[in-house]
C-alpha cells in the first residue's frame, strides 16, 4: 500500500475559499460533541496500581503525566486517540492525541458524531492548523478561554471518507519521523553530557580503560594524574574592550551580513564587524551558567559583538573548543552576582578553574565532543526540514491544492486528465 499525489484542477468557490468540486463544507458544532475534563478530588504522584494519569497540557507535551487518580463516574476519561483540546489558559487553542488517562479541567475530549463522515485523525490534523485563530480571539478577562461560538461555528473542509484516512495517514507518517527524530536528539544530548563527564574525569581514554588512569583529587573534583588546574584568566586572552553595543534602533540602520552577537548567541546581522577569526564567547549576564548549560558558544569569521558577552580566546598552551566545553560542563554559577541579573564580572571571569591536559589530549577531547555536536546539528537540521514538510503538507493537503490517494499493491493510480 502507497500514496499517490497529484494537483486538483476542479476547484468551487466556498466560504473556505476555492475546494475540489467534491468537497464539502460543515460546521465543527455540526459533527462534534465535547466533554470537558474535570479535576479529580484526590491525586497522588505516586503512580499506585488502578490508578490513571491526570492529563494536563504538560502530560501531553511531556508524554510524562506528573499525578495520579482513582476515578468516579464524574471524570472525563480519554484513550491515546481521542482528540483532547485546550479550552482554557494561555495555551488555548492547542490540540494533543496519545495518551490516555483523566482529562483536566482545562481540556475538552472532542468526538465526531459519526466517523462515517469525519475520520477522528482528519479533524486532528485540521484542527492542528487553526491553534493561532482560537488562540488569539481567546475570551475572559481572568482565565483566558475558547470562543465558544468560534469554536462551534468554525467551518471544517469535508474530502471524501477515504481520502480523509489517506489525508491522515501521510501527515502521521511524517509526524512519527518528527518524533523519531527527536528521540535520537534527545538520546545524543545524553550521550554528550554521558562523554563530557568521562572526557573531564579519565582523560581521552577509552571507556573499558578507566580503571589504568591515576587520578587525584583537585578543586574541581577527581581529575587524571598529569592534569592541571589553572585559572580561566591564565589560559585565554580576553578582547572585552573591542566590544561595541548597538541598540536595536541603531542596528535596523545598519542591516548586513555581519552576526551581531550577544550573551545566549546571534541576536541581529549588520554591516561590519569588529572580530575576524575563532573565539569563545561568555556570557557576562543572562547567561545560562549551571552545569550542561549553554553559557559558552564559539564564533568563527566575522562578527559584532555587544557588552553581555565576554570575548575570550585560547593562549598556545589551550585550545578554544576545549575551553568551550569545560565552561559548558561546569557549574560556574558560583561566580555569578547579582539578584535582579546575574552578571559574571571579568574579575570573577578570571578566576573559574579549568582543568589543563597536555595540549593534543585537550584537541582529541574537543573533537570527540565536535563530532557528537554535529550529529546534533544534523538531527536538529532534519527535524526542521521534516517539520517545513509538514506545515507544506497540511496547508496544501487541507486545502486541496495537493490531493492524496491510496495504491494497491505500490502500483500508482493514473491521475485524471
Known amino acids: 500500500m502507497g500514496f499517490e499525489f497529484y494537483e486538483e484542477r476542479d476547484f468551487k468557490d466556498t466560504e473556505l475559499g476555492p475546494l475540489p468540486v467534491d468537497w464539502g463544507v460543515v460546521r465543527l458544532g455540526d459533527i462534534v460533541e465535547t466533554r470537558k475534563g474535570k479535576k479529580p478530588k484526590f491525586m497522588t504522584e505516586d503512580c499506585i496500581s488502578g490508578y490513571y494519569p491526570y492529563l494536563t497540557a504538560e502530560s501531553f507535551r511531556t508524554k510524562k503525566p506528573k499525578q495520579f487518580c482513582l476515578p468516579s463516574e464524574n471524570e472525563i476519561l480519554v484513550s491515546a486517540d481521542d482528540i483532547v483540546f485546550i479550552w482554557d489558559g494561555s495555551n488555548a487553542g492547542e490540540v494533543f492525541t496519545g495518551l490516555s488517562g483523566v482529562l483536566a479541567s482545562t481540556m475538552v475530549k472532542i468526538s465526531p458524531y ?20 482560537f488562540n488569539q480571539n481567546v475570551v475572559g478577562s481572568t482565565i483566558p478561554h475558547v470562543n465558544k461560538k468560534l469554536f462551534f461555528d468554525l467551518p471544517i473542509p469535508l474530502p471524501p471518507l477515504e481520502e480523509q484516512k489517506a489525508i491522515a495517514e501521510v501527515l502521521r507518517s511524517v509526524q512519527l519521523a518528527i518524533e523519531k527524530t527527536e528521540e535520537v536528539i534527545r538520546a545524543t544530548k545524553e550521550l554528550k553530557k554521558s562523554m563530557m563527564k568521562h572526557l573531564f574525569t579519565y582523560g581521552y581514554v577509552p571507556v573499558d580503560e578507566t580503571d589504568k588512569v591515576k587520578l587525584k583529587e583537585t578543586e574541581i573534583g577527581l581529575i587524571p594524574e598529569h592534569w592541571e588546574v589553572v585559572r580561566l584568566g591564565e589560559v585565554a586572552e580576553i578582547f572585552d574592550k573591542k566590544r561595541v553595543p548597538l541598540n536595536e534602533q541603531q542596528r535596523k540602520h545598519r542591516r548586513g551580513a555581519y552576526p551581531y552577537c550577544g550573551a545566549n548567541g546571534i541576536i541581529d546581522y549588520i554591516d561590519a564587524y569588529i572580530f575576524d577569526g575563532e573565539y569563545v564567547l561568555l556570557a557576562e549576564d543572562g547567561g545560562f551558567y549551571k552545569r550542561f548549560e549553554s553559557s559558552a558558544y564559539i564564533m568563527r569569521g566575522r562578527f559584532w559583538a555587544n557588552n553581555h558577552v565576554h570575548i575570550l580566546q585560547a593562549k598556545q598552551n589551550s585550545n578554544n573548543y576545549f575551553l568551550l566545553y569545560y565552561l559548558i560542563y561546569e557549574d560556574i554559577s558560583r561566580y555569578v552576582a547579582g539578584t535582579t541579573r546575574q552578571k559574571l564580572t571579568q574579575e570573577n571571569m578570571k578566576k573559574i578553574p579549568i582543568p589543563l591536559p597536555p595540549l593534543e589530549e585537550q584537541k582529541a577531547i574537543a573533537e570527540a565532543l565536535r563530532a557528537i555536536d554535529e550529529k546534533l546539528q544534523k538531527e536538529e537540521e532534519y527535524k526542521k526540514a521534516l517539520q517545513n514538510l509538514f506545515k507544506s503538507l497540511l496547508h496544501h493537503l487541507m486545502s486541496g ?7 494497491q499493491d505500490g502500483q500508482n493510480l493514473q491521475s485524471e486528465d
Not at 466517523?115 to 482528519?122: A, D, F, L, T, W
Request: proline share 0%; no cysteine; hydrophobic share 35%.
Open 401 to 407: 491544492k495537493i490531493r492524496v490517494r491510496k495504491t
Open 114 to 133: 459519526n466517523e462515517n463522515v469525519i475520520s477522528k485523525q482528519m479533524l486532528f490534523y485540521y484542527l492542528k492548523t487553526k491553534f493561532s485563530l
